[in-house]
C-alpha cells in the first residue's frame, strides 16, 4: 500500500510523463507564382469563369484543394484585402507556393 500511495504522489507532482517542450508548428505561408509574371485568374469553380484577379506575390491561404475533370489541381483561396478577410475563389494549384514561416 506504502508504494501504491509513493506512486500516486509522485504521477501528482510530477505529471508522470517527461515535460520536454517541443517547438511551436510552424505556420505555413502562401503566395501567388504565376511564372508568366501576369496576374492569376481566380475563378467562380475549378476551371470555371474568371471572378477576380490577384498579383504575384499576394500572400494567400489555401481553404481547400479540388481537380477538375482532367484530374489538374485547384486551390480554393482566402486573403486579405485593405485590411479585410475575404475568400477569393478557385486559382490553379500549381500557381500557388507554400513554406513554412
Known amino acids: 500500500m506504502r508504494i501504491w500511495s509513493y506512486l500516486v504522489v509522485s ?3 510530477f505529471g508522470g510523463v ?9 505556420e505555413e505561408v ?6 508568366t509574371g501576369t ?3 481566380v475563378r467562380d469553380v475549378p476551371n470555371g469563369r474568371i ?3 490577384l498579383k504575384n506575390g499576394k500572400e494567400v491561404y ?11 489541381p485547384w486551390a480554393k483561396i482566402s486573403g486579405y484585402h485593405n485590411g479585410k478577410y ?5 486559382v490553379f494549384r500549381e500557381f500557388i507556393s507554400c513554406y513554412n514561416r
Request: with cysteine; aromatic share 4%; glycine share 2%.
Open 30 to 35: 502562401c503566395k501567388v507564382t504565376d511564372p
Open 11 to 13: 504521477l501528482v507532482v
Open 39 to 41: 496576374p492569376l485568374n
Open 51 to 53: 471572378i477576380n484577379q
Open 86 to 90: 475575404r475568400v477569393w475563389g478557385w
Open 62 to 72: 489555401i481553404l481547400e484543394i479540388a481537380h477538375d475533370n482532367k484530374e489538374r
Open 18 to 26: 517527461n515535460t520536454v517542450s517541443s517547438p511551436a508548428k510552424a
